[in-house]
């Protein structure tokens, strides 16, 4: 595609990015059958392409208005499109700076901006989270229906966390919402990889990986958390830092693959400020998530995971792979690997590729296009009659759940009941 960048943004590393990304784009359509918004709207400016040309009208100066925030507003960021682009266009990347440029240009209404600044006020911030939460399951009876769904009820007992010290460490991140919504998932972890003689560390001044206030467009927000993130590791890396790389850790751990996607992300997010763009590659460098770490341990013959005699109890799931899993770290088909290895039987689910409509804030900013999503998704994943829901992203487990009465939980949380079941 042709570009003619405007004055203000083409010597930029911004601009250059974008008109690289641009000029890969060859216009060719393939994106649009798998896009979730341009399946639901039928209207091309709601799909990949359409988002790419106001993009590029954009970039070269052209008038922006509402209508053009609104089309980029709806996208969710899945980045089904980028999977199935035959020109590798970084379509998530162009999308947050075209996001940037365009809040710089076009107001939003105070309703709107309040809702935004109250989401970074409080998602990323555990304390405060942690008080609404509260408050919200205190007066879930009086809530009128989605609204009522909507507030996550008492978190399972995250168990006991395992006491034995291995030679073998590896960071976890704990994140924000996750440890009060599920800190199960985080305890089911420490356990299953206990048993294969790896501790983890988690380092308390670590927190929000960053993507809210990233993908609120408020970036400089976003990449000052990831800043903290990066000096709170730091010193666990210390191969790094003392030259001995038999004191660093072997890896950062991630359970939540929303925050996976974007710490694998902070080495080029950060790669122009000269104080952390090489302590960021190296950070995104160490950054696994779990399925990966697990994936690795089997094909080195870690026998504790598998077992060709488990008996069927609960056994029978519904895998949904998240966008961040699937599309932003190209993982695919490695959880599923691992539950079968396991014993489950997975039931084919139709149109995986698709989107719950959780998108990090999008469930709360795009309520009707989500709603939409999660009824689609629900009616995939229970088609084939599974006992259980499993997934790999908080968010899209606590969207899940708001829909169904079947348990959603996260896949390592049945991996973990499974292991402690045949301890017994
Ligand atoms: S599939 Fe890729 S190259 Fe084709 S229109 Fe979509 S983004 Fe452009
Ligand atoms: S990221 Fe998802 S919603 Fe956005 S344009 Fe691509 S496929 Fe469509």
Redesign the pocket.
Known sequence: MQTNLTDFIKNSPDGQEAEAILR????????LATCPTYQLLDDELDS??GR?YLMKQMLEGQPVTQKTQLHLDRCLTCLA?ET????G?R?GRLLDIGRGIIDKQVKRSAGADAMRYALRRTLPHSGIFASLLKLGRLVRPLLPGRLKHSVPSAARDPGILPSARHARTMLILDGCVQPLLAPNINTATARVLDKLGISLVRVENAGCCGAISYHLNAQREGLDYMRRNVDAWWPYVSDKVDGNAAHGVEAIVMTASGCGVTVKEYGHLLQHDPAYAEKAAHISALARDISEILDAEIGAGASPLCSSTLDTRESKLSFHSPCTLQHGMQIRGVVEKILLAAGFELTVVPDAHLCCGSAGTYSILQPELSQQLLKNKLTALESGNPAQIVTANIGCLTHLQSGTLLPVKHWIEVLDERLLYYDR
């Open positions: 890969a784009c060859v216009h060719c359509g393939f994106c990949p392409r790419i499109c199935v682009c035959p020109s266009v379509y």
